[in-house]
């Protein structure tokens, strides 16, 4: 008998950190995956179409989406999401520095084994 295989969703820092910049009005967003094994999650689960979604009330014009492999990461450019960028915007936040927390609260599905490594991550971790 096939053992069934349990799905549970968690946030994606439980398996990456993230990085953000700017360039005016061009938020640079990356996640970079604790374990090299986690990738292939970060890849299959955190698409554009989902960032977009994510954003939507930031109303982003083009997002692309850089897959680096080597490094186990990935990187998303979204233009017009700063309010015109840190020099014409009045937000508290105006380089996006915190949107890279945002991003990191999206859910991710992962199985039981990835689970049993997540749980174990924070010891592993320098």
Request: charged fraction near 30%; proline fraction near 4%; avoid cysteine.
């Amino acid at each position: 008998m096939d053992a069934v295989t349990r799905v549970r969703h968690v946030d994606l820092h439980r398996l990456a950190h993230g990085r953000a910049g700017d360039k005016g009005d061009r938020l640079n967003v990356s996640v970079i995956a604790y374990r090299p094994e986690f990738y292939p999650l970060l890849v299959e689960q955190v698409t554009v179409d989902r960032v977009r979604a994510l954003f939507a009330d930031r109303k982003p014009g083009a997002i692309a989406r850089y897959e680096l492999p080597r490094l186990g990461a990935l990187n998303f450019v979204l233009d017009n999401v700063l309010d015109g960028g840190v020099n014409a915007s009045l937000n508290l936040d105006g380089h996006g520095k915190s949107l890279s927390f945002r991003l990191l609260e999206l859910a991710i599905a992962v199985d039981d084994e990835t689970m049993e490594r997540i749980r174990n991550i924070r010891e592993e971790i320098p």
